[in-house]
């Protein structure tokens, strides 16, 4: 069985590659090139898997995973501009695509401390950067 | 080829395991423990598939669909109480967890009685509990 | 310019009022009378207006309302059984008409301390009971 | 990774299956087999997956993929009744099943030279006749 | 206090006015103009008000509202099409503010029989053609 | 009779108002005066309304609507920090309220040109900022 929980953050960036020139840039990310940025209402959601405790009744507890995405996720995004306050995207253009990447790979990292021996796995995390644009990442 | 189709049904529970005492309840469930319950409005997506009959172009039949999930779930469970009412959890705390393996149980044991020889499969339920916490099961 | 901002609570209830006959509340009510009660995840829209502050940009301070609208209405309401924990209902019956009603005047009676003299008003509330049925109640 | 993109089209349709007579063509279809149609706002979702490119940290060119879907699905189904304008639905009735099927048929034809060496594969549709009724197909 | 109910059909229809010449008609409704027609998921929100009743805890009955919208508008335009199956069609072109006008002039002549001494007033009706179109006729 | 027209743009914004000291800016806008900004994906919702014509069955002229919305707001704030690239930001902090009077502002004065003697008039923008806050303003 698996639970999936969803959390959100608002944030802003810019897509801007230096491994491209600015004409390529400006066609390959178009309006998402403007030089002020821009910015979306992420919606988060966390797919987990875990083994039902007969006792509770509970294939993860919440508050642990609450507590995971909140501190390595949506107190670090939440209302900040990728581009500027992560320091992953200093060398990696902030794609949704490679938001994804980075999410699963603080997500991945976390993980062991605070589920180390639940059985409480982290399969798969989607990211909806607009209502029509979804993007989905098997851990 | 797979068909998902919604229901609903508007349930009230309490969390509090006979497994457990009176602290580890209020740890465990938080004010989903407060003694006299609270409720939801739950939205059960049933997955199924099948092959697709060259003359009808469907691949399920709706009504018979609609006939099983109605009488086994939710006309059982539609403005009940689910501790109450609900002989599976006189010895079960009804998280979304178990009331998707007891939803699972009931539609899984139904099935071939409805769908014995049409090819028509159930794949997996998927129960949402509030917009952000979303339980899948596949059978 | 008016600002509308959304809350949540899931609650528990039964329909069944103290002034009418078993048949009768049998009748008016349907399965909301069931014995043991069911629930919904309700849906707060709490609508307020006020003067736009030049220096700020604001009509309304959001902490300020949170705190109301959380210390008056959520965290009472929120998992919790309507019929039992609610004095109000005691003697009214919780259809989501009066359940509205304890809302505006539980709001209505907390604004004078909280917006006593910014000239914030409070306008409007419109509780969703399921998707299907929505209460608007002007103040 | 996979990209789900949405896409949109409202059509109409009469569900009447030539290899049925009048009665079972009622019987299996009940209101959808009404003389004159009905019809739906369609939603339709395309899922890919692609390598994430180190220079560009996209998976999927959206211009190419919006192309492909354009062409090939919205712009013909779009506003159309789907007995009479596509020419598929001449010898097959048009339930969505029937509709996935065509629109998977045509996706998959224009493929290869919309993404031919690009790496980025098509891997479902989803389509949702209305929000209680959704189909998958897997491509 | 007001009620909001909700309540879908699907239907298709075709935009050509008789009023206006071929050219005309496909300026004015462009693609809504095409030959063989095009459907809807139509949203309709019917608001009434009433009095609280104090037994009751009621505003309005919600069965005596769900037959008149059921009876008078539901199930004769769903799964329908517009242009054939409903008379005043037949004279007004089928666009959404004619559906809302129609809607609005079948419950107002039904009102009296079904709400006639109860105080439960029809106050306006909003169609959803899709999510991005909402009429809204005040009654 | 209105008709409520959805449009979408997705902007990043800084909330710091010249007319407040850091201290103040901090406590008066918490993390949305985050220096490097953030950002969401606005909905506008533009109600107009119109007579009836009886020749086309249309309250309003669509495309001349969308021209309007789109030259003097969409194309403008589309993907646009609005402290950088709108200009009555310069001297106006850009939260959600004075980004409706700004649109407010350019929808009455565009107005004339687009519907002057047409009947249709501009009743009311509702900009959603996140699914929690949304703004109304009549005009």
Redesign the interface.
Known sequence: ??????Y?F????R?H?P??NDEENQQ?YG??N????????YVLDVSVSGK?D??????VD?DTLDQVVGNHIVNCF????L???IPAFQS????T??V??EIGRRLTEAWPDAFGNTGTLLKKIRIRE????????TL
Chains 1, 2, 3, 4, 5, 6 share one sequence.
């Open positions: 069985m698996t639970l999936t929980r969803r959100r608002s944030s802003s960036h897509l590659s491994q491209l390959v309006k998402c403007n030089p002020y940025g821009h910015g979306h209402d039902l007969a006792a509770t009744g509970r294939i919440l939440e209302h900040r501009n581009n500027a306050d990696m253009v902030p794609t695509e490679n994804a990447v607009t209502p029509r644009n979804i993007f989905e990442l």
